[in-house]
C-alpha cells in the first residue's frame, strides 16, 4: 500500500534557526512528489520533484529528493515567524491514477 | 483573476440530511480534484476531472458521495444521508493542465459539521 509519512509531527523553534522537514515514502511506480504549505485553511504549492539529486530553492526554503532511498527533505533556512504552518508532503504514482497521497504534515512554530 | 472559491465556507447539517458542497475553480483550468480533511490529518483524495470527465472516483469512501463537473467548469460535491464521521473540511483544488501534475490552487475549502 502507497503511503507517506511525515517528521516530526510538530516542531518549535526560534526565528533565525534552521529547519530540516523530512517526508519518506513507499509508492508503486513514483512519478512525483510535492510539498506544501499550509497556514490557514488552502494549502499553497511549494515545491515539485521529479529527479533525484536535484535541489529545487524557492529564497529560504529548499527541496531534494533521494529516490534510491525514499525521501525528501523540506529545508528553511533563516526561521521567520510568517513560516508556521502545517508542511505537507504528497505523492503521486506514475500511472493508473490521478490520486495524490498526502501525509499527515509537520507542524512548525516558529518563535519571535 | 480570482483564485479557486468555495461555497458554502461553514456547513452544518443534521445526521441523515443530504449536502452539497460547490467548487468555482479558475477560469480555464482543467484539472479539478476534491480532497477530504480530517482534523490533524492530511488531505485524502477524493476524485478528480478533467474537464466534465471525472477519470477517478477511487477515493470517494462511499456510494452516499457523488461529485459532477456538469460543464467541465463548476463542480458539486454531494453528501447523501451524512453520518458524523463526514465532519471535515472539504478542499478544492484545480489547476491548468490535463495532466493535473501541475501546481494545484486550493481553495478556502468547506468545514462540514454533522451533528
Known amino acids: 500500500e502507497d503511503k507517506v509519512v511525515q517528521s516530526p509531527l510538530s516542531l518549535v523553534v526560534h526565528e533565525g534557526d534552521t529547519v530540516t522537514l523530512n517526508c519518506s515514502y513507499e509508492v508503486t511506480n513514483f512519478r512525483s512528489l510535492l510539498w506544501y504549505k499550509q497556514e490557514k485553511k488552502a494549502p499553497t504549492f511549494l515545491f515539485m520533484l521529479?529527479?533525484?539529486?536535484i535541489e529545487k530553492k524557492s529564497g529560504r526554503l529548499s527541496s531534494i529528493l533521494d529516490k534510491k532511498e525514499l525521501f525528501s527533505i523540506l529545508n528553511i533556512t533563516a526561521t521567520q515567524t510568517g513560516d508556521s504552518a502545517i508542511y505537507l508532503c504528497?505523492?503521486?504514482?506514475?500511472?493508473?491514477?490521478?490520486?495524490?497521497?498526502f501525509g499527515t504534515g509537520t507542524r512548525l512554530k516558529v518563535l519571535a | 483573476g480570482a483564485g479557486v472559491s468555495q461555497s458554502p465556507r461553514y456547513k452544518v447539517a443534521k445526521r441523515g440530511q443530504d449536502v452539497a458542497l460547490r467548487c468555482d475553480p479558475i477560469?480555464?483550468?482543467?484539472?479539478l480534484f476534491w480532497y477530504q480533511q480530517a482534523l490533524g490529518q492530511g488531505p485524502e483524495f477524493l476524485t478528480y476531472?478533467?474537464?466534465?470527465?471525472?477519470?477517478?472516483k477511487s477515493g470517494l469512501p462511499s456510494d452516499r458521495f457523488f461529485a459532477e463537473r456538469p460543464e467541465g467548469s463548476v463542480s458539486t460535491l454531494k453528501i447523501q444521508r451524512t453520518q458524523q464521521e463526514d465532519s471535515a473540511v472539504y478542499l478544492c483544488?484545480?489547476?491548468?493542465?490535463?495532466?493535473?501534475?501541475?501546481?494545484?490552487?486550493f481553495g478556502p475549502g468547506t468545514r462540514l459539521t454533522v451533528l
Open positions: 521529479t529527479s533525484s539529486g
Open positions: 476531472f478533467q474537464n466534465e470527465a471525472q477519470l477517478d
Open positions: 504528497a505523492l503521486r504514482r506514475a500511472s493508473g491514477t490521478y490520486k495524490y497521497i
Open positions: 477560469s480555464g483550468h482543467v484539472s
Open positions: 483544488a484545480s489547476s491548468l493542465l490535463r495532466t493535473g501534475e501541475d501546481t494545484q490552487y
